[in-house]
């Protein structure tokens, strides 16, 4: 059975946040084409993929230690960090 976007939790959460941080929109069009985050580190290499979920706030944590993850790595050559 196919889920309505008026029955989806996910949705409403999402209606929920956007009403607490005073966002309007007309939800025509593309509104809930969902997108995410790659993380790449210097040599293009992805490190950290983040896929959005409609209704959930962006984990900018999470992120934040995806990226100092990524430089840290790219500083440390052969178990030494480079000076």
């Keep these: 059975m196919m889920k309505t976007l008026s029955n989806d939790k996910s949705y409403r959460n999402l209606s929920e ?24 580190d210097k040599a293009g290499v992805a490190r950290h993929a983040y896929r959005e979920e409609t209704g959930s706030e962006i984990p900018i ?23």
């Design 17 to 40: 946040r956007l009403q607490s941080k005073n966002i309007t929109g007309n939800m025509k069009g593309e509104g809930l084409v969902q997108g995410g985050i790659i993380i790449f």
């Design 61 to 83: 944590h999470d992120i934040l230690l995806a990226i100092q993850e990524a430089v840290r790595d790219e500083d440390d050559v052969g178990g030494q960090q480079k000076e």
